[in-house]
Every structure is written in structure tokens, then in C-alpha cells.
């Protein structure tokens, strides 16, 4: 059993210099093929076990074995999976407004599919009234590097509703340049033609109601 690597490298050595002999044997034809076939079955049952051994030396060592999840790989599932299970509809935005993530919730405020989300304009979805203010506050956000809140009216089949989103800026790891996180805080019917702005048509509602389950 090597106790180490380097005890690995010198038994990856013997094994192919007695693999070397066993070739050497065979190619002569003075030797048992019955007797040269029991000794190559050993040698793998060997190198079976050694190769076993060697891939706890390895885990050992702290270098994750192929297939299987390391703490961090666990840590970073589980938060992949409390954002796409989050009942508020949430959106990671690169700076120019392309859709880099979306929940289910979001896909589901948007009455689209999951996967159509990704890589889209956020303004695409938006009623071209509400674009350019949309605009105004995620440059604001980006700007001051605070959080900003904004309503867009966001289109839907069949209709629009107005949507309160709070806009946090957000630096993902190993990016230097921030990206913006949006959240949904309200929802809110399209609102009658005396109310007297968007903001007092908001209505608060569960967050991220759903209307279907997206995929």
C-alpha cells in the first residue's frame, strides 16, 4: 500500500516493469499461457486495490475525488437551490439590463419559462412607458452603489401589472464590476385610468403569486 505520493509513483514503476516481463514472457512462447494468465489476473486484483488506496491517500490530502460534492460544492447547491425555490420573484441583472438569473418566481411574474429569462433585456418585458424611468433608477443604483426602488409595468399575456422592485447592487465572486440584484416587493393590477400615478396603484400582494409552475 503507498503511504504517500510519492510511495504511489514508485509502485506505478513496479507494476510496469512487471508488466514489461509478463510481455516478454508472452512473446517468447517458452512460457505457460495458463500460468501467464493466473499471474496478470493478480496483478489487477493488485492494482485494484492499490488504486482504491491511492484514491483515499488523494481524499486524504484534501483534493476533492471526481463525482463526489466537497462542502463548498454542498454550500453552493443549496444556495442555487433556496434562490430558484424563493416565493419572491428575484432577478440577478448584469449592468446593461441583461437577465443573467431568474427564479421561479420571477419566471412566473413574467408568465414565461424559466429558461427563456436568461440572457433576455429586462426592459423587453417592460411597457415601453415605464422603460425609461426603469433605465434612470438602475443607473442610480449602479451609480451611488445604494439601494434604489423603482415601479415597472411589467407585460404579461393578456395584461400588465405593476411591480415595486428593490434594486441592490451586486458584486458577485471574482467580479469587479457590480450587478444588479432585483426583488419584487409588490404587485399590483394595472391601474385605472383616474388613479393618479403608479405608485398609489401598487397594491401590496403575496410575493411572487404564483400562476403556474414554471419550468
Given at each position: 500500500m503507498p503511504a504517500d505520493i510519492e510511495g504511489a509513483v514508485r509502485a506505478l514503476r513496479e507494476l510496469r516493469s512487471r508488466l514489461s516481463s509478463l510481455r516478454d514472457a508472452r512473446a517468447a512462447g517458452s512460457a505457460d499461457p495458463a500460468q501467464l494468465l493466473e499471474i496478470a489476473l493478480s496483478e489487477l486484483d493488485r492494482v485494484s486495490e492499490e488504486f482504491?488506496?491511492?484514491?483515499?491517500?488523494?481524499?486524504?490530502?484534501?483534493?476533492?475525488?471526481?463525482?463526489?460534492?466537497?462542502?463548498?460544492?454542498?454550500?453552493?447547491?443549496?444556495l442555487r437551490r433556496l434562490f430558484l425555490a424563493s416565493p419572491v420573484p428575484s432577478l440577478?441583472?448584469?449592468?446593461?439590463?441583461?437577465?443573467?438569473?431568474?427564479?421561479?418566481?420571477?419566471?412566473?411574474?413574467?408568465?414565461?419559462?424559466?429558461?427563456?429569462?436568461t440572457g433576455k433585456p429586462f426592459f423587453a418585458f417592460l411597457d415601453p412607458a415605464t422603460v425609461a424611468m426603469t433605465r434612470a433608477r438602475l443607473a442610480a443604483a449602479l451609480r451611488s452603489g445604494e439601494r434604489q426602488s423603482l415601479i415597472a409595468r411589467v407585460r404579461q399575456i393578456g395584461g400588465s401589472v405593476n411591480v415595486s422592485f428593490a434594486v441592490q447592487p451586486f458584486y458577485g465572486p471574482g467580479t469587479s464590476e457590480p450587478e444588479l440584484l432585483l426583488v419584487a416587493a409588490d404587485v399590483g393590477e394595472l391601474p385605472s385610468t383616474d388613479a393618479p400615478d403608479d405608485q398609489a396603484a401598487v397594491r401590496p400582494s403575496v410575493h411572487g403569486r404564483r400562476r403556474r409552475r414554471s419550468t
Open positions: 482504491g488506496q491511492l484514491v483515499d491517500l488523494v481524499h486524504a490530502h484534501g483534493h476533492p475525488v471526481p463525482g463526489e460534492l466537497t462542502d463548498r460544492d454542498r454550500e453552493r447547491e443549496l440577478l441583472m448584469a449592468a446593461t439590463g441583461e437577465i443573467r438569473r431568474g427564479n421561479r418566481a420571477a419566471a412566473d411574474l413574467f408568465d414565461l419559462p424559466l429558461g427563456y429569462l
